[in-house]
Structures are given as structure tokens and as C-alpha cells.
């Protein structure tokens, strides 16, 4: 079963998400909400954990207490699966929730309210790559065609939730007019408890070196890959067929190399520098 993609407000989404956009972007935000953004596969379920076991100072037992979705929704799917709307409005504060929406198209109330937003952006070959492959699991999505064709479509930013290049550089022109911490996949994999510091002092907390070395470990690919509450292996199957293969797959940087060839590189990375000439953002992982 695969699905088809529509265009919303400038930006390809699927149709069975689309189909309830007002509701999407009319969605109440509250003061102390902390919204997880990112284009799709930048380490969105990861930042979740992190922050999950930083609001409560590293105690896997209460971070076990449900799966990632159930305790930090995901805005754009409330009307798909639990937790509802009326859940999520009627849940105590601090919230946190996850969206995958640009920022041009986060729903308004989270401005309003000066929401701590926490952005996770990675380099674009990564992310392709992960998306291909996700992209075979999600059912909201139309089916992959072959790589080649998938790397095409992606440069045009015709995949969910639209292009790269415009999430990452909306994001990176917002972050100092907003309360936006950017944050890159490639440093928290280069030096995991700099960046959890960085995460956690965003949100208010200092952590002790002892803290950030276990919340290190329990959101380590190694130890995410097999908690049930953090590998989406509880995620609705309706939506994700994870039949044959998981949504934790690799976890690394650079992995592109295992599916780009060379003249697919050189096409890519012309594209690429075109589209990146208006930014100062950068990526440790370009080449
Ligand atoms: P790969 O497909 O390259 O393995 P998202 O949560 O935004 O959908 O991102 C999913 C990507 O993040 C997948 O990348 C997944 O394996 C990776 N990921 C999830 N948890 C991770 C972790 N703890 N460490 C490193 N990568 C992780």
C-alpha cells in the first residue's frame, strides 16, 4: 500500500496528513512546550530521547514508560493514531512534541508563545539515503522509485514535508530572532555529551559529568536499537510496515557512500552548491 503526495502552502506533504491541515497548523501551543523539529530522518526519534531522559534527570524507567510517539507527539499525526488531539490538550505541562513542518509552517501559537524549539538538521546525502530507505516502510508515502530517480525527486524537495535545503536554511535564518537551539547530527555523533549539555542547558538544567555520560548511553544508537520504547517497533503498523525491515537501520555518518555513485555525487553536489549559495550554514559531512 503506498500513498500520494499534495502540495500544502508551497510544500509537498502527504495527502492523508494534508487532509487535515487546518487542524495541523491551528494546533494550541503552550508557553512551556518544547517543540523537537526536523526534516524527516535528521535524528528527530534520537533528539527525543535525549530529551526525554534530560526532563527527567536520566531515569530509564520512567523513560520506558511509553513508546517515543506516545510521549512526545507528533503534531502532524494526531488525527492518524493515539495520542489524540484531546489527549494531547488535555496532558499537563511541560509538554514536549515533535514536528517534521518547516519553519515557515510550524503553527503560529508556538511563536506566539516563545516556545523552546529545538532543531536537529543533518547533512543531505545522510538524510537522502535514510529516507530512501524509510520511504519503503512509510505507507502515507508513495513507493521509492530507483535511486537514481529518488535522488532527483529529493533535490527537487518533491518527498514529505518538501525540501531540504529550504527546512535547513528556514531554520538556520530563523534561529536568532526565535528561541531556536540548532543543533547538527554529525556533532552529537562526534561528541554526544557536549551536545546533550548544550541541550539540556537550552532547556534549563545543568548536568553533573556523571548524568551526561549515562544519558549518553541510553540514547546511544546501540542501546535506542533494541528499547522497544525507542526503536518504533510499537509504532502503528497501519502507518509504518516494519515487516522487513526496522526503523533503526545504521545510525551513522556518511553512510550515503553505500548507495551514491560517483556521477550521482558529482550531479548531486553541483545541485547542491546552487542551491546552498544564499546560506552561511554549513555541514561537517559535505563531501
Ligand atoms: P539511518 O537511516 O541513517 O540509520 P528520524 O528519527 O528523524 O526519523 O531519523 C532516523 C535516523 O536517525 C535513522 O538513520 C536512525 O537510524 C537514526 N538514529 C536513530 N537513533 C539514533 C541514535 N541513537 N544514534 C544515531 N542515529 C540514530
Redesign the pocket.
Known amino acids: 500500500m503506498s500513498g500520494k503526495l499534495t502540495v500544502v502552502e508551497g510544500m509537498a506533504l502527504a495527502e492523508a496528513i494534508a487532509a487535515n491541515w487546518e487542524e495541523i497548523y491551528n494546533f494550541q501551543a503552550r508557553h512551556d512546550d518544547i517543540l523537537i523539529d ?1 526534516y ?7 533528539m527525543q530521547e535525549m530529551v526525554d531522559l534530560i526532563l527527567h534527570d536520566g531515569d530509564e524507567t520512567i523513560c520506558m514508560r511509553a513508546p517515543t510517539h506516545e510521549r512526545m507527539p507528533f503534531i502532524e499525526l494526531l488525527h492518524m493514531m493515539k495520542p489524540g488531539i484531546d489527549e494531547v490538550n488535555a496532558r499537563p505541562s511541560p509538554r514536549v512534541l515533535k514536528s517534521h513542518l518547516p519553519f515557515y509552517l510550524v503553527p503560529p501559537s508556538f511563536w506566539k508563545h516563545k516556545c523552546k524549539v529545538i532543531y536537529v538538521a543533518r547533512n543531505a546525502r ?1 538524510t537522502l ?2 529516507y530512501f ?2 520511504d519503503h516502510l512509510v505507507r502515507f508515502h508513495p513507493d521509492p522509485e530507483p535511486f537514481e530517480d529518488y535522488v532527483r525527486r529529493f533535490m527537487k524537495g518533491d518527498v514529505g514535508w518538501g525540501s531540504w535545503y529550504d527546512h535547513v536554511k528556514g531554520f538556520w535564518e530563523a534561529k536568532d530572532k526565535h528561541n531556536i537551539l540548532y543543533v547538527f547530527f554529525e556533532d552529537i ?1 562526534k561528541n554526544p555529551s557536549r551536545e546533550i549539555q548544550r541541550v539540556a542547558k537550552f532547556l534549563g538544567k545543568e548536568l553533573s559529568e556523571d548524568l551526561l555520560k549515562k544519558i549518553a548511553k541510553l ?3 546501540e542501546y ?1 536499537k533494541t528499547n522497544p520504547m525507542a526503536n518504533f517497533s510499537e509504532f502503528p503498523k497501519e502507518i509504518l510496515d516494519q515487516s522487513e525491515k526496522g526503523f ?5 555518518v556518511g ?1 550515503w557512500k553505500s548507495l551514491f555513485t560517483v556521477y550521482q555525487n558529482e550531479i548531486f553536489q553541483e545541485d547542491y552548491e546552487c542551491q546552498m549559495r544564499d546560506t552561511t550554514l554549513k555541514f561537517s559531512d559535505l563531501k
Open positions: 526536523t524527516p530522518k535528521s535524528g528527530t526519534t534520537w545522510d539515503t535514510s530507505h524509510f555523533k540514547s546511544s544508537f535506542m533503526m537501520r545504521k545510525g551513522k553512510d
